[in-house]
């Protein structure tokens, strides 16, 4: 993965971003630094659908899913009982 100083970036983004389609990501650089990454769209695209869970994983994992289904308990306000009346 080539490494771009944001100036350079900035200054030939055409460049920057050609580099990008035809070879792949490309590292931006702060003050020698590693700031961020430019990737083409499929790429993105796929890194994204491989983060999020498979239903399947969602209905299997131990984690509780019901919880926020309900309010919590015990913080409704109730009415006065001679307004019942």
């Known amino acids: ?5 944001v100036q350079d970036a900035k200054a030939r983004f055409s460049e920057f971003l050609d580099a990008c389609l ?3 990501p490309q590292m931006v ?3 020698g630094i ?3 990454v430019l990737v083409p769209i499929q790429e993105w ?3 994204q659908s491989a983060a999020r869970p498979s239903l399947k ?4 994992s131990d984690d509780a ?3 926020s289904l309900a309010p919590p308990r015990g913080r409704a306000r109730r009415r ?3 307004v019942l009346k």
């Open 57 to 60: 994983a969602l209905l299997l």
């Open 29 to 31: 650089t702060r003050r």
């Open 34 to 36: 590693e700031a961020a």
């Open 80 to 82: 006065p009982v001679d």
């Open 1 to 5: 993965m080539d490494a771009w100083p």
């Open 65 to 67: 899913r019901a919880d």
């Open 22 to 24: 035809s070879e792949g």
């Open 45 to 47: 695209r796929r890194l």
